[in-house]
Protein backbone atom coordinates (compact mmCIF):
# COMPACT_ATOMS: atom_id res chain seq x y z
CA UNK A 1 0.00 0.00 0.00
CA UNK A 2 1.83 3.49 -0.70
CA UNK A 3 0.40 6.15 1.82
CA UNK A 4 -1.62 8.78 0.98
CA UNK A 5 -0.60 12.32 0.03
CA UNK A 6 -2.92 13.88 2.94
CA UNK A 7 -0.08 14.07 5.12
CA UNK A 8 2.48 15.51 2.10
CA UNK A 9 0.53 18.32 1.17
CA UNK A 10 -0.13 19.49 5.59
CA UNK A 11 3.90 19.11 6.09
CA UNK A 12 3.99 21.41 3.01
CA UNK A 13 0.93 23.52 3.64
CA UNK A 14 0.00 23.11 0.03
CA UNK A 15 -3.19 21.89 -1.49
CA UNK A 16 -3.97 20.01 -4.51
CA UNK A 17 -7.14 20.44 -6.51
CA UNK A 18 -6.13 17.98 -9.12
CA UNK A 19 -5.24 14.85 -6.83
CA UNK A 20 -4.85 12.83 -9.91
CA UNK A 21 -1.79 14.91 -11.07
CA UNK A 22 -0.30 14.55 -7.46
CA UNK A 23 -0.71 11.19 -7.88
CA UNK A 24 0.90 11.43 -11.43
CA UNK A 25 3.87 13.19 -10.26
CA UNK A 26 4.96 10.61 -8.00
CA UNK A 27 4.06 7.45 -10.35
CA UNK A 28 7.34 5.73 -11.95
CA UNK A 29 7.08 4.45 -15.67
CA UNK A 30 8.03 0.98 -13.43
CA UNK A 31 4.68 0.72 -11.78
CA UNK A 32 2.41 2.13 -14.82
CA UNK A 33 3.70 -0.83 -16.90
CA UNK A 34 2.98 -3.28 -14.00
CA UNK A 35 -1.00 -1.58 -13.85
CA UNK A 36 -1.38 -0.77 -17.20
CA UNK A 37 -5.53 -1.68 -16.11
CA UNK A 38 -5.41 1.50 -13.94
CA UNK A 39 -6.30 4.57 -14.98
CA UNK A 40 -3.52 7.62 -15.03
CA UNK A 41 -0.11 7.97 -16.83
CA UNK A 42 3.30 7.85 -15.30
CA UNK A 43 5.22 11.03 -14.44
CA UNK A 44 7.87 11.63 -17.56
CA UNK A 45 5.59 14.14 -19.44
CA UNK A 46 5.22 16.15 -15.94
CA UNK A 47 8.80 15.72 -15.27
CA UNK A 48 9.66 17.61 -19.00
CA UNK A 49 7.52 20.41 -18.10
CA UNK A 50 8.54 21.08 -14.31
CA UNK A 51 12.29 21.14 -15.44
CA UNK A 52 10.84 24.03 -17.71
CA UNK A 53 9.56 25.83 -14.68
CA UNK A 54 12.06 25.48 -12.30
CA UNK A 55 15.16 26.78 -14.93
CA UNK A 56 12.39 29.98 -15.39
CA UNK A 57 11.94 30.60 -11.75
CA UNK A 58 15.49 29.62 -11.08
CA UNK A 59 16.55 31.91 -13.38
CA UNK A 60 14.68 34.85 -12.01
CA UNK A 61 15.62 34.71 -9.00
CA UNK A 62 19.37 34.62 -9.74
CA UNK A 63 18.45 37.51 -11.93
CA UNK A 64 17.13 39.36 -9.34
CA UNK A 65 19.58 38.55 -6.17
CA UNK A 66 22.52 38.89 -8.25
CA UNK A 67 22.25 41.85 -10.17
CA UNK A 68 25.75 42.34 -11.74
CA UNK A 69 26.65 39.44 -12.41
CA UNK A 70 27.12 38.50 -16.30
CA UNK A 71 24.91 36.28 -17.81
CA UNK A 72 28.09 33.08 -17.75
CA UNK A 73 27.85 33.12 -13.82
CA UNK A 74 24.21 33.48 -13.87
CA UNK A 75 24.08 30.63 -16.14
CA UNK A 76 26.85 28.50 -13.73
CA UNK A 77 24.74 29.18 -10.43
CA UNK A 78 21.56 27.99 -12.28
CA UNK A 79 23.23 25.06 -13.78
CA UNK A 80 24.36 24.15 -10.14
CA UNK A 81 21.15 24.48 -8.38
CA UNK A 82 18.94 22.04 -10.85
CA UNK A 83 21.56 19.66 -11.66
CA UNK A 84 20.78 16.22 -10.40
CA UNK A 85 22.29 16.07 -6.61
CA UNK A 86 20.64 19.32 -5.79
CA UNK A 87 17.35 17.95 -6.71
CA UNK A 88 17.80 14.87 -4.90
CA UNK A 89 18.65 16.94 -1.46
CA UNK A 90 15.52 18.97 -2.21
CA UNK A 91 13.25 15.76 -3.01
CA UNK A 92 15.07 13.96 0.52
CA UNK A 93 14.52 16.77 2.74
CA UNK A 94 10.40 16.72 1.72
CA UNK A 95 10.36 12.72 2.11
CA UNK A 96 9.43 12.48 -1.66
CA UNK A 97 10.66 8.80 -1.72
CA UNK A 98 8.17 7.91 0.76
CA UNK A 99 5.63 8.42 -1.91
CA UNK A 100 6.74 6.99 -5.35
CA UNK A 101 4.74 4.40 -6.62
CA UNK A 102 7.09 2.43 -8.19
CA UNK A 103 6.90 -1.82 -10.22
CA UNK A 104 8.21 -4.29 -7.69
CA UNK A 105 11.16 -4.67 -9.83
CA UNK A 106 12.17 -1.26 -9.06
CA UNK A 107 11.35 -1.14 -5.60
CA UNK A 108 13.47 -4.48 -5.08
CA UNK A 109 16.36 -3.24 -6.69
CA UNK A 110 16.25 -0.05 -4.85
CA UNK A 111 14.90 2.45 -6.73
CA UNK A 112 13.11 4.41 -4.32
CA UNK A 113 17.08 5.74 -3.40
CA UNK A 114 18.20 5.71 -6.97
CA UNK A 115 19.37 9.72 -7.40
CA UNK A 116 18.03 10.11 -11.16
CA UNK A 117 14.93 9.14 -10.14
CA UNK A 118 14.54 11.09 -6.79
CA UNK A 119 15.52 14.38 -9.19
CA UNK A 120 12.68 13.01 -11.76
CA UNK A 121 9.74 13.19 -9.08
CA UNK A 122 10.92 16.04 -7.88
CA UNK A 123 10.97 18.20 -11.45
CA UNK A 124 7.59 15.84 -12.00
CA UNK A 125 5.91 17.83 -8.93
CA UNK A 126 7.09 20.95 -9.89
CA UNK A 127 5.28 20.79 -12.89
CA UNK A 128 1.88 18.62 -11.76
CA UNK A 129 1.69 21.68 -9.01
CA UNK A 130 2.06 24.44 -11.78
CA UNK A 131 -0.77 22.84 -13.43
CA UNK A 132 -2.69 22.88 -10.78
CA UNK A 133 -1.91 26.61 -9.19
CA UNK A 134 -0.34 28.31 -10.86
CA UNK A 135 3.33 29.58 -11.66
CA UNK A 136 3.10 32.44 -8.48
CA UNK A 137 2.06 28.95 -5.83
CA UNK A 138 5.41 27.32 -7.32
CA UNK A 139 7.29 30.04 -6.91
CA UNK A 140 5.94 30.65 -3.37
CA UNK A 141 7.20 26.67 -2.85
CA UNK A 142 10.17 27.43 -3.93
CA UNK A 143 11.01 30.51 -2.04
CA UNK A 144 10.20 28.58 1.84
CA UNK A 145 11.98 25.32 0.67
CA UNK A 146 13.98 25.28 -2.46
CA UNK A 147 15.91 28.92 -1.53
CA UNK A 148 16.72 27.95 1.90
CA UNK A 149 18.42 25.16 0.79
CA UNK A 150 20.24 27.07 -2.04
CA UNK A 151 21.28 29.35 0.59
CA UNK A 152 23.15 26.92 2.86
CA UNK A 153 24.80 24.84 -0.30
CA UNK A 154 28.64 24.34 -0.03
CA UNK A 155 30.71 27.74 -0.91
CA UNK A 156 32.10 26.27 -3.78
CA UNK A 157 29.10 25.03 -5.43
CA UNK A 158 26.91 28.50 -5.36
CA UNK A 159 30.11 31.37 -4.76
CA UNK A 160 33.08 29.78 -5.81
CA UNK A 161 35.07 33.24 -5.77
CA UNK A 162 38.03 31.87 -6.73
CA UNK A 163 37.06 30.02 -9.74
CA UNK A 164 35.49 32.75 -11.12
CA UNK A 165 38.46 35.36 -10.25
CA UNK A 166 40.66 32.99 -12.32
CA UNK A 167 38.55 32.95 -15.36
CA UNK A 168 38.38 36.51 -15.11
CA UNK A 169 42.28 37.04 -14.68
CA UNK A 170 42.94 34.73 -17.77
CA UNK A 171 39.96 36.20 -20.10
CA UNK A 172 41.43 39.17 -19.80
CA UNK A 173 45.30 38.92 -19.36
CA UNK A 174 45.11 40.67 -16.06
CA UNK A 175 48.52 39.24 -14.74
CA UNK A 176 49.69 36.23 -12.66
CA UNK A 177 46.92 35.40 -9.80
CA UNK A 178 48.56 34.03 -6.14
CA UNK A 179 47.04 34.09 -3.00
CA UNK A 180 49.29 35.21 0.18
CA UNK A 181 48.10 34.38 4.06
CA UNK A 182 48.95 37.57 5.89
CA UNK A 183 48.07 36.11 9.07
CA UNK A 184 46.75 33.23 11.60
CA UNK A 185 45.54 34.34 14.62
CA UNK A 186 43.51 32.83 17.65
CA UNK A 187 44.04 29.53 19.35
CA UNK A 188 44.25 26.30 17.66
CA UNK A 189 40.44 25.59 18.26
CA UNK A 190 39.68 28.84 17.08
CA UNK A 191 41.47 29.80 13.97
CA UNK A 192 41.20 32.81 12.12
CA UNK A 193 43.17 33.32 8.67
CA UNK A 194 43.85 36.86 6.37
CA UNK A 195 44.24 35.72 2.75
CA UNK A 196 45.11 38.37 0.13
CA UNK A 197 45.18 38.04 -3.46
CA UNK A 198 47.86 39.36 -5.62
CA UNK A 199 47.55 39.84 -9.48
CA UNK A 200 51.62 40.17 -10.79
CA UNK A 201 52.53 43.02 -7.92
CA UNK A 202 49.76 44.15 -7.19
CA UNK A 203 47.93 43.48 -4.07
CA UNK A 204 44.21 43.15 -4.33
CA UNK A 205 41.29 42.22 -1.93
CA UNK A 206 41.85 40.47 1.77
CA UNK A 207 39.35 38.22 3.12
CA UNK A 208 39.26 36.25 6.77
CA UNK A 209 37.78 33.21 6.95
CA UNK A 210 38.44 29.68 9.36
CA UNK A 211 40.34 28.14 6.79
CA UNK A 212 42.70 29.45 4.13
CA UNK A 213 40.38 28.07 1.88
CA UNK A 214 38.05 30.40 3.45
CA UNK A 215 40.10 33.35 3.49
CA UNK A 216 41.11 32.81 -0.14
CA UNK A 217 37.58 32.50 -0.91
CA UNK A 218 36.80 35.76 0.65
CA UNK A 219 39.59 37.80 -0.82
CA UNK A 220 38.59 36.29 -4.32
CA UNK A 221 35.36 37.84 -3.39
CA UNK A 222 36.34 40.91 -2.49
CA UNK A 223 38.94 41.22 -5.49
CA UNK A 224 36.07 40.53 -7.63
CA UNK A 225 33.93 43.62 -6.10
CA UNK A 226 37.38 46.18 -6.49
CA UNK A 227 37.12 45.05 -10.37
CA UNK A 228 33.51 45.41 -10.67
CA UNK A 229 32.13 42.76 -11.12
CA UNK A 230 29.50 41.42 -8.39
Not at 8 to 16: S, V
Not at 146 to 158: D, G, K, Q, R, Y
Request: proline fraction near 3%; aromatic fraction near 10%.
Amino acid sequence: MFPTFDKLLTDLGIAFTNRRLLKQAFTHASYRNEHRTEIGQDNERLEFLGDAVLELLISEYLYVKYPKLPEGELTRLRAAIVCEPSLVRFATKLNFDKYIRLGRGEEISGGRKRPALLADVFEAFVGAYYLDQGLPAVKEFLERFVVPEILTLNTSLISDYKTSLQELVQREGLGQLSYEILEERGPAHNREFVARVMIDLNAMGQGVGRSKKEAEQHAAQMTMMMLGRI
